[in-house]
T-cell receptor, first 113, second 117 residues
Framework: DQQVKQNSPSLSVQEGRISILNCDYTNSMFDYFLWYKKYPAEGPTFLISISSIKDKNEDGRFTVFLNKSAKHLSLHIVPSQPGDSAVYFCAASDSRGADGLTFGKGTHLIIQP | DAGITQSPRHKVTETGTPVTLRCHQTENHRYMYWYRQDPGHGLRLIHYSYGVKDTDKGEVSDGYSVSRSKTEDFLLTLESATSSQTSVYFC????????????????FGSGTQLSVL
């Protein structure tokens, strides 16, 4: 049973516009959420995170929003750039444990020129 | 970049043969993880380690074993490889927090592409 869900396998956005990637989770024990970016033939790299005590975290062009009541988070990229084309993974953690992160299946973001 | 080296980067092997993948870190981080990435499944945890000789199973541990005899090395072994173990394998590390617990942010290696024919 998937605990972290990314229901859009792919997303195409025009350069300069906003990209919105969505993620839902089912485990109410998750209290820390992260987004990773992955290029082909490379390992995932950390992008941005948010603790469950917050509802928004911003880092440059990237903003993550968390709606705990809906068990939903989203990643906004504004403006989208060609280098943003990659697979984005949503991940979640129960910070009381040491058993790593639970990942979604990923969303392939394609930025169109 | 976090100092994580995975070897080999690519391997082709035959069904039934043993295979060992190596992860080496230079960060002296306590926690190490093995994930596999497959189309339609994202990243799934195989095994993890919270210290030398301390390991535990993840979500998809069947058919895999691990060992950690030194802080810097975490080995993943497929005792008898099967075609279903064809995948990209990623090692990850995370550090301890001064207040106790583990930093949830993982740093990943570049991956090992394993093909089992």
């Amino acid at each position: 049973d998937q605990q972290v869900k990314q229901n859009s396998p792919s997303l195409s956005v025009q350069e300069g516009r906003i990209s919105i990637l969505n993620c839902d989770y089912t485990n109410s024990m998750f209290d820390y959420f992260l987004w990773y970016k992955k290029y082909p033939a490379e390992g995932p790299t950390f992008l941005i995170s948010i603790s469950s005590i917050k509802d928004k975290n911003e880092d440059g062009r990237f903003t993550v929003f968390l709606n705990k009541s809906a068990k939903h988070l989203s990643l906004h990229i504004v403006p989208s750039q060609p280098g943003d084309s990659a697979v984005y993974f949503c991940a979640a953690s129960d910070s009381r444990g040491a058993d790593g992160l639970t990942f979604g299946k990923g969303t392939h973001l394609i930025i169109q020129p | 970049d976090a100092g994580i080296t995975q070897s080999p980067r690519h391997k082709v092997t035959e069904t039934g043969t043993p295979v060992t993948l190596r992860c080496h870190q230079t960060e002296n981080h306590r926690y190490m993880y093995w994930y596999r990435q497959d189309p339609g499944h994202g990243l799934r945890l195989i095994h993890y380690s919270y210290g030398v000789k301390d390991t535990d199973k993840g979500e998809v541990s069947d058919g895999y074993s691990v060992s950690r005899s030194k802080t810097e090395d975490f080995l993943l072994t497929l005792e008898s490889a099967t075609s279903s173990q064809t995948s990209v394998y990623f090692c990850a590390i995370s550090e301890s927090l001064s207040r106790g617990g583990v930093n949830e942010k993982l740093f990943f290696g570049s991956g090992t592409q394993l093909s089992v024919l």
